[in-house]
């Protein structure tokens, strides 16, 4: 996962390395373990500041495809432009992520 704008808000870095070390914790808790490629969904993604957090805690799994929904355009636009996949797709939508699928 390729981060290309930084956050504009700096303390957003240190609450996203926090999170990265809680999702790591509880995959292993969990004992998740992927090696192939997943699909990650991320509804009420906003500017998808998690996403590389995402990324770093699922690996070594390689996202195939990652789709984040949220209602507001603009997150979804500044998450667009933030966030690219080396592989796979990567795709931001302005939705109703209540509505998935109806």
């Not at 504009?8 to 192939?36: K, M, N």
Request: proline share 4%; hydrophobic share 45%; with cysteine.
């Amino acid at each position: 996962m390729i981060q290309r704008i930084p956050f504009q808000d700096p303390p957003i870095a240190g609450d996203v390395a926090r999170l990265q070390s809680l999702l790591r914790e509880a995959l292993v808790a969990l004992r998740f373990h992927r090696a192939g490629r997943i699909t990650v969904l991320n509804l009420a993604c906003g500017r998808a500041d998690e996403t590389g957090a995402l990324a770093a805690a699922l690996a070594p799994a390689e996202i195939g495809l990652y789709l984040g929904i949220d209602l507001r355009a603009t997150a979804i636009e500044e998450a667009g432009k933030r966030w690219k996949l080396e592989t796979g797709n990567i795709e931001f939508r302005s939705g109703d992520a209540s509505s998935v699928n109806k």
